[in-house]
């Protein structure tokens, strides 16, 4: 699960980390009042989406010049005025896709004056399943290209969870960004106040980009990114407060209400499995034989036919859809409980493209007969290579 940046803030001046005072808008009338709390004499106006490269962004119907995702403003007027041109647009940038996203929030903070540019991050490391720091002396919008072209500007280290956090982690961070002095102990009290967020509200990831020094020589957390375990929510009710569901893929939105895995994807050929592997072998072989898959969903293996007819459902309401292959193999998971599921979701919404069913395992010949006996127009097919060739040149024709 992600937040905003405003959000993120706000979890980051609990824990006593250096941000800039702001106020979040979510109603145009709202902006000038929200801007006035604020010291000035320069404020800074962000849109609110769950993504990165906002600044470099654009709105869809620009006008010429216009300028993308965060503005600098001089007067509380000007303030209220850029925040009320960005409400209710759509901002695209290299995150969103050519699609983009509505903002429907607005950050409105004071403005820093800023000396240096920094990147520091924490995630979750797979490999070592431990707690890493990534940082760079290169922050601000171009750290993707730091990260292809120039690596080695990036430094970054696991903490062993059996000895915990240093203070050496701290200062190894600050050497590797060059700080000196009274910045080398911010730095250190920094990474810690990071470090215990992280672990206290079970993050995946928290990014600081850009951490900056301020002309007084201080440092302070500019923008902020956070990612929630979602399996950990349950024990984090005030995150959970913050979820904001219009930022979300509706087809996700919806599969996480009736607990499905479902995630979106680009491609043509929808897929329903059960079990995540064969669900990601199966998204394989549709590459293989040419064509993409339009989304990755395992109904599990205690689905039940109402779980299996919401997942048909979601499928069939992705318009890059052009065709479905549903392959199930039957463990704890029945075939005749895909096979009504599939004909009940048929039945209730229509079927406008190519179905390929592959069965297999448990009840798989009562399964079968179901879909023989249907009167529907499926496709059957005998194992996984021959499903996914088939679905392929019912879509390709």
Known sequence: ?????????ALL??????????????????????????????WVVKAQIHAGGRGKGHFKEAEA??????????????????????LGRTLVTHQTGPSGKQVNRIYI????????????ALLVD???????????????MDIEEVAAKTPEKILSFSVDPASGLSDFHGRRVAFALGLQGAQVKQCVALIKTLYKLFVDKDMEM??????????????????????????????????AALRDETEEDPKELAASKFDLNYIALDGEIGCMVNGAGLAMATMDIIKLYGAEPANFLDVGGGATKEKVTEAFKIITSDPNVKGI???????????????????????EVGLQV????????????????????????????????????????????
């Open 325 to 347: 292959l549903v392959n199930i193999f039957g463990g704890i998971m029945r075939c005749d409980i895909i096979a009504e599921g599939v004909i009940a979701a048929v039945k």
């Open 109 to 120: 903070e004071d403005g820093s004056d800023i000396a240096k540019e920094f990147y520091l």
């Open 206 to 239: 928290l990014e600081i980009n850009p951490l900056v020094i301020t002309t007084e020589g201080n440092l302070k957390c500019l923008d902020a990114k956070m990612g929630f375990d979602g399996n950990a929510i349950y024990r984090h009710p005030d995150i």
């Open 13 to 42: 001046r609990s824990y006593g980390a250096p941000v800039s005072d702001g106020r979040a808008v979510l109603r145009a009338e709202e902006a000038k009042t929200a801007a006035g709390e604020l010291d000035g004499p320069l």
């Open 126 to 140: 797979r490999q070592t399943s431990r707690i890493s720091f990534v940082c760079s002396t290169e922050g601000g």
């Open 354 to 397: 190519p179905l390929v069913v592959r069965l297999e395992g448990t009840n798989v010949d009562l399964g079968k007969k179901i879909i023989n006996e249907s009167g529907l127009n499926v496709i059957a097919a005998d194992n996984l290579s021959d499903a996914a060739q088939k679905i392929v040149k019912a879509v390709k024709g």
């Open 1 to 9: 699960m992600n937040i905003h940046e405003y959000q993120a803030k």
């Open 65 to 86: 010049g216009e300028k993308g995702g965060v503005r600098l403003a001089r007067s509380v007027e000007e303030a209220a005025t850029e925040a009320r041109k960005m």
